[in-house]
């Protein structure tokens, strides 16, 4: 029932967000995290994995480890604009926020070794993958006199 509720809803990630990434298999960084519900604003405990400047979460380990399964997310990490500590803002420890210019999305890690860890993954994976400025976009001063 919950599943025909969230397709119903279009809470089901679109394929095309995850299409060529193999989930499953040797992600830059997976492991439970608590996420934040995004209309109804309960904590629920998620699998995470990090491949390829996607963010994924499934319900259970089992379910990432698992060629043809659906996750329940993914965000773009390249979109992104920050990720830092957000213990004051949500009142928890080990608590982080993920923000884009459209939405902010706030975690919670088991610890603060594995706080600081998805921070540091997730930030290094947002200036890998976040888009860039390509040289047809560099004005050149030089040849515009």
């Given at each position: 029932m919950e599943n025909l509720w969230r397709i119903a809803t279009g809470?089901?990630?679109?394929?095309?967000?995850?299409?060529?990434?193999?989930?499953?298999?040797?992600?830059?960084r997976s492991g439970w995290l608590t996420k934040q519900g995004d209309?109804?604003?309960?904590?629920?405990?998620?699998?995470?994995?990090?491949?390829?400047?996607?963010?994924?979460?499934?319900?259970?380990?089992?379910?990432?480890g698992t060629r043809g399964s659906t996750p329940r997310g993914v965000i773009s990490v390249?979109?992104?604009?920050?990720?830092?500590?957000?213990?004051?803002v949500v009142n928890k420890p080990?608590?982080?926020?993920?923000?884009?210019?459209?939405?902010?999305?706030?975690?919670?890690?088991?610890?603060?070794?594995?706080?600081?860890?998805w921070i540091n993954s997730i930030g290094r994976s947002i200036v890998q993958h976040s888009r860039s400025v390509t040289?047809?976009?560099v004005l050149d001063y030089d040849h515009t006199r």
């Amino acid at each position: 029932m919950e599943n025909l509720w969230r397709i119903a809803t279009g809470q089901d990630p679109n394929r095309e967000d995850y299409e060529g990434i193999e989930f499953w298999s040797n992600p830059e960084r997976s492991g439970w995290l608590t996420k934040q519900g995004d209309y109804i604003k309960t904590w629920r405990r998620r699998w995470f994995v990090l491949k390829r400047g996607k963010l994924l979460w499934f319900k259970d380990q089992s379910a990432a480890g698992t060629r043809g399964s659906t996750p329940r997310g993914v965000i773009s990490v390249g979109d992104c604009l920050t990720v830092k500590g957000a213990e004051d803002v949500v009142n928890k420890p080990f608590a982080f926020e993920l923000s884009s210019s459209g939405y902010t999305m706030f975690f919670i890690a088991d610890n603060e070794k594995e706080k600081e860890d998805w921070i540091n993954s997730i930030g290094r994976s947002i200036v890998q993958h976040s888009r860039s400025v390509t040289d047809s976009e560099v004005l050149d001063y030089d040849h515009t006199r």
